[in-house]
């Protein structure tokens, strides 16, 4: 969809996001690579969450890839690093992959190739030889690591050593009585903490959205149409036709001798003139000579069956069969059948009436996609062409014109459709949406979903008059408080149990380490960690901030138990394979400094810290 594309001509070059060795990375260059991903990911996971990809944490780990793939790139040319024609050939000989490209007599299908990967065969060389030479880059580094059974034994033992711990805890909900504040107080903090309690930035506004169930409603199908995909498609709206066979089988499994195959035949040649003869003897003959345990006593009856059923040969033969027939001999890879068909139920249709509204349904579906690229067109046009106004896009497709009050610049919890799209939260805090008024460009927001909004009222971000959050205000006040009386009181017992530890209140031991955390605070864990085990028990003080203090008592050490034989060496190797990819990183590091790789936009906040790493 290329409508609207002059629309942004003014600034053709676009913002710089990034910067590797002089050359720059363009904000419309990282918004193709990153479609380019999410496209790949939803191949690979069509019902992946499109938040997901569509998140400043996804967006952005793309720009990472993109500048690490030119750092390397940078690199292997400084390094002259190339790839041999002859390496290239043997890659391309032992790929499976291209070996599905190749016709019957050896030649390479381009066309093929084109449509199915989307590149020419030029352009997938051409990224081999590149992937080749970036992965040299750091092939001396990884191809040497190594480490020793020191190395890994100092590593290893702060992660899996113990320490048996006592802990008394000092929490602020234990201080909380203790605590008053003033009206004073809440006014004063309130001031010097006005930032704290901001609300964000929001807008109210009006937003179309086009998907494939809306594409379907535009759909005109003619009661000839439901009529014509009935009739071809009867089956799927009935039962469909049962026939009641017996057979008897006479043994010849695919591996015998041909020798026996025809003595086989033969036996069943006597078998079928002796029933053609009688047809009214055929159960009998069935029950004395049949060689399929699970029909023979029932005199060959093998009950109804639907087409699917049966192998193939016996099953062409059965249908072709008129009701009280014998077949001839069939040959299939369990031997030879005789087959008397005894008994024939006919597809029952379900009335078109009854089924009317799914053919009707199914036929809307598969006209949907063809229906969804002609109105992603016409969306995309009539956006652009009445900038001020969202009314033309929903006459000409029929869509209501939904409204949305307080939407924040970000996707609030909770939030689905165009509301839970990063992207287009984007777009409406542009200058043109925002200061303008306009809508934004159609954009995407899940496969086969466009929207396109406007503004109606910006509201800046503002501090919260005190009379809104006084409540906010004092239950923060007293918090931090009552966890300052804890510290106090912390820190207090500490001093005195250090003195003299006779009647120390502490909680019951309990062993943790880096990887048994037992559900204690990070802070405490390494704190018991970090003491000095010389000189145990020792009793340490730790700051839990918000979570009040602790006194942690470590009365002893546990060494882990070193691993023996193929253990020792399995551990060693992984420890070497970590080592490895830490040096890597030490050295991609290295190179992104020798050729001063810079990203410009901000890393967003850890979703889980809910700071910037």
Known sequence: ????????????????????????????????????????????????????????????????????????????????????????????????????????????????????????PEQYEASVRADLSTQQVLLGISGTAFATRAQADLALNAFFDRREIQVARFGPADFSSKVSVSDTDVEAYYKEHASQFQAPEQVNIQYLVLDLEAAKKNIVVSEADLQSYY??????????????????????????????????????????????????????????????????????????????????????ALFALKKGEISGVVETEFGYHIIELTDIKPTVMQPFAQVRSAIENEVRSQQAT???????????????????????????????????????RVPAPGATGALASRNFLAALYAPEALERKQNTEAMEIGPNQLASGRVTQYSPARTLPLAEVKDRVRAQLM????????????????????????????????????????SLPQPLIEAALRADSTKLPVLVGVD????????????????????????????????????????????????KERFKAHIAVPKPADPILGATR
């Open 1 to 120: 969809m290329l409508f609207g594309v002059d629309r942004y001509q003014g600034d053709t070059k676009g913002e710089k996001v990034a910067t590797v060795d002089g050359h720059d990375i363009t904000r419309p260059e990282w918004d193709l690579q990153h479609r380019n991903e999410v496209g790949r990911i939803r191949e690979q996971a069509p019902n992946i969450d499109p938040a997901l990809l569509d998140s400043d944490a996804a967006r952005y780990s793309t720009l990472e890839r993109m500048v690490r793939d030119r750092v390397l790139a940078a690199a292997a040319a400084k390094a002259n690093i190339t790839v041999s024609e002859e390496r290239l050939a043997r890659l391309f000989a032992e790929d499976s992959g291209l070996a599905s490209f190749r016709t019957a007599d050896g030649k390479f299908d381009r066309e093929r190739f084109v449509m199915v990967t989307g590149r020419t």
């Open 231 to 316: 009739q071809q498609n009867g089956a799927r709206f009935g039962s469909k036709e049962e026939r009641r066979a017996s057979h008897i089988l006479i043994n010849a499994p695919t591996g015998a001798s041909a020798a026996d195959r025809e003595k086989a035949r033969a036996k069943a040649e006597q078998l079928l003139a002796q029933v053609k003869k009688d047809p009214a003897s055929f159960a009998d003959v069935a029950r004395k000579n049949s060689q399929d345990p699970g029909s023979a006593e029932k005199g060959g009856d093998l009950d109804f069956v639907t087409r699917g059923a049966m192998t193939k040969p016996f099953e062409d």
């Open 370 to 408: 063809q229906e969804f690229a002609k109105a992603a067109e016409v969306f995309t046009d009539a956006v652009y062409q009445q900038p001020d106004t969202l009314q033309g896009a929903a006459d000409k497709l029929k869509l209501p014109i939904q409204t949305a009050n307080n939407v924040p």
């Open 479 to 518: 918090s931090e408080k009552a966890a300052a009386l804890a510290k106090t009181e912390g820190q207090a017992k500490l001093a005195a149990w250090q003195a003299n530890a006779t009647g120390a209140a502490l909680a019951s031991s309990v062993a943790v380490s880096r990887l048994e955390t037992q």
């Open 544 to 591: 839990l901030g918000s979570q009040g203090y602790a006194v942690v008592r470590v009365n002893k050490l546990s060494p882990r138990a070193a691993p023996a034989g193929p253990a020792a060496q399995q551990e060693l190797e992984q420890f070497t394979q970590a080592m490895s990819s830490a040096e890597n990183a030490a050295y991609y590091n290295l190179l």
